[in-house]
């Protein structure tokens, strides 16, 4: 979606994005992530959506694990990252973003309530060393909706975004560019990843800044064992 149609879908504009923007320099460092070589920042929440009232509620802050056919670097790990900070997780225009796509999910699966778990990101690059925002390769979330949503990109070239179907065929490739740019995907029939960035000027680093949101349906709770009658 470009940025006019998710900017009249949530009801701001390009300083409504600016004022968002300003989230992501209170990141904080992905130690995962740096074991493998990638610099990246990044904080991680999770909501429950509603998309009949169009609610949207904080849940609590737990690690964030991927199913075991999914991440094929962290599988089945609890990964601790640290939670968004209160003004991200009441900013009117991320709860906008989160109902809106309660919306879409609903239009790919009937589900009551959703869960999103929301991801900022910013990966970092110098002239030594490219950044890698998916240095899983190509790979599923293990959710419904994945989406992909532009914030910013200071002094950076690459980072195209890619999407695959299940045999690997690709589909699309575009480079996010313009903050407000959103990519959404099926993430039961897809596989997506981004290529690397670098530096256009060596002598500065490069930056990418995104906000990734998944949406899955909750899990059922456990039905407690019937006795049959006598």
């Known amino acids: 979606m470009p940025p006019a149609a998710v900017s009249s879908c949530l009801g701001t504009d390009g300083d409504g994005w600016t004022g968002f923007s300003a989230h ?35 849940l609590p802050h737990i690690p964030f694990v991927q199913p075991y056919d999914t991440n094929p670097l962290y599988v089945q790990m609890d990964r601790h990252f640290d939670p968004l900070t209160e003004t991200f997780a009441a900013d009117p225009l991320l709860l906008g973003l989160l109902g809106f796509l309660g919306q879409v999910a609903s239009a790919l699966d009937g589900a009551a309530e959703w869960n999103a778990k929301v991801h900022p990101f910013r990966v970092i690059a110098s002239a030594d060393g490219q950044g890698e925002p998916t240095p899983e390769g190509r790979h599923r979330d293990g959710v419904t909706l994945v989406s992909s949503l532009m914030i910013g990109r200071r002094n950076a070239v690459g980072g195209e975004s890619s999407v695959y179907d299940l ?50 349906a909750p899990e059922p709770a456990p039905q407690a064992p019937t006795t049959a009658a006598a």
């Open 24 to 58: 992501w320099e209170e990141l904080s460092p992905d130690v995962y992530a740096a074991g493998r070589g990638t610099r990246r920042l990044r904080r991680y929440g999770q909501f429950a959506v509603a998309p009949a009232t169009g609610e949207v509620k904080p």
């Open 167 to 216: 045999d690997e065929r690709p589909l699309m490739a575009t480079t996010l560019d313009e903050p407000g740019t959103l990519l959404l995907g099926d993430d039961r029939r897809t596989l997506h990843a981004v290529s690397p960035i670098r530096p256009l000027d060596p002598a500065g680093p490069a930056y990418r800044d995104v906000l990734v949101v998944t949406l899955t």
